[in-house]
């Protein structure tokens, strides 16, 4: 759609214009507006003193119709495990394949490497790498990964976090990164489009992230702020 505006520039000052509240240099905002406030005013925008952390669902098992739910997962470089109060549970080589399922009769996380495993009581795993820049992968393909291709939609920047969520009765693995970061993670839109509407689709998308983020999350049951379907923003 089009719609065409005529300016007219003078040289005397403008007229007042009924229903427009002009503003000069230092002048304060009026109540001219119906509800008593003024309609041209921007309410203040909140200022970051850290670069905000973006909670990703990125795929699940549903105990309810599934028979196996292992989020199985690897690195180039050595990971942590962790518990989601900060306890130690093991440091895995790089390469080496980890498979972790929940028992939700007893609250344990159990850890399968090969054909050791380990249980922990723990609400959730955090898999945090050591390198300066860490990824990890999801070997396994659950309810969003399947057809991922290998090689990118299944290596993730940040932290991944592994949560039994029980009012749902699902099994998600999510990831924790920088907001920046995952911007860069989207593909709503071709490489192939052009410069300026790839910065007009990221300032879209960092002002939907920034919403829900205030909002305390698109999906509070299942501790995450976003999914990384269409039902959100495409993320890989």
């Known amino acids: 759609s089009a719609m065409e505006v005529t300016i007219v520039a003078t040289a005397a000052a403008p007229a007042a214009v009924a229903g427009v509240t002009i503003f000069g240099t230092g002048s304060t905002p009026s109540a001219s507006g ?8 921007i309410a203040f925008t909140r200022q970051y003193d850290r670069e905000p952390v ?38 895995i080589p790089a390469h080496e394949v980890v ?5 939700p009769d007893t609250g344990t996380a159990r850890i399968r490497r090969g054909m050791d495993a380990t249980s922990v009581r723990a609400a959730a795993l955090r898999l945090l ?8 992968e999801i070997v396994s393909n659950g309810t969003r990964i399947q057809g991922a291709l290998p ?35 989207l593909v709503e839109t071709s490489d192939a489009a052009a410069p300026e509407f790839h910065k007009a689709q990221v300032i879209a998308a960092r002002t939907y992230a920034l919403y829900y983020l205030e909002a305390g999350g698109k ?11 269409a039902t959100d923003q495409v993320y890989r």
């Open 129 to 136: 790498g050591m390198g300066a820049d860490p990824v990890i």
């Open 151 to 185: 090689t990118t939609d299944s290596h993730f920047a940040g932290a991944l976090e592994v949560r039994y969520v029980p009012e749902t009765q699902r099994f998600w693995i999510i990831n924790e990164l920088p907001m920046e970061r995952y911007l860069k993670g």
């Open 99 to 103: 498979a972790i399922t929940y028992h």
């Open 34 to 41: 119906t509800d008593g406030t003024d309609p041209n005013f």
């Open 219 to 229: 999906y509070p049951k299942g501790q995450f702020i976003l999914n990384a379907t």
């Open 54 to 91: 973006m909670r990703i669902g990125l795929d699940y098992f549903d105990f309810e119709t599934e028979e196996r739910h292992e989020h199985k997962v690897r690195s180039e470089e050595p990971f942590r495990i962790v518990t989601d109060d900060g306890r130690e549970v093991a440091t």
